[in-house]
């Protein structure tokens, strides 16, 4: 069977709902197995990540209290992609926000599926390179309570192995990352 899009057929919407970062609804659908049933959806735009890497092979993480988990959690820097933006526009302004540092050389990584049990949300991931700290960088978001964390290839990996809080769309643009970081 091709990899390709399949689309369920809908049968009935059952709830919308329209949040401010990602949409949320239960529909019944015809699978293209023939399947019938209810099922949810999380409605996202997709997110942008940056592995940013200095030029003394340091990685620039970001420790980020998230509510959903009521705790803080290494991460990436990262971002929701707006309506018909480039992905690595996002995550040029992202990293600028989060960090304090901008990157002259980028290189895409991939993308994936983040949680496709119940979201369409897709990760674009890059590689920032040749680093420079911002003078002046941009103010950050009000909600959002970050601090910069630098970090050697391998304490990322022994904080991994270890399951230190780290999401999981850090660990995999890591790995995606790895040939880059040898």
Partial sequence: MPLGRELPQLLK??????????DFEVNRLRLPNKAEGEWECIRHPGGALAVPITKTGKLVLVRQY?????RRILEFPAGTVEINEDPLKTVQREIEEETGYTAHKWDTLGEFFLAPGYSDEIIYAFLARDLEKLENPPKKDEDEDIE????????????????????????????LARPFLL
Wanted: glycine content about 4%; charged content about 30%.
């Fill in 13 to 22: 919407q059952c709830l919308f709902y329209k949040g401010r970062k990602f």
């Fill in 66 to 70: 998230r509510f959903a988990i009521q």
């Fill in 148 to 175: 910069t964390v630098l970090l050697t290839p391998e304490e990322l990996e022994k904080a991994i192995l270890r399951g230190d809080a780290i999401d999981a769309k850090t660990i995999s643009s890591f790995m």
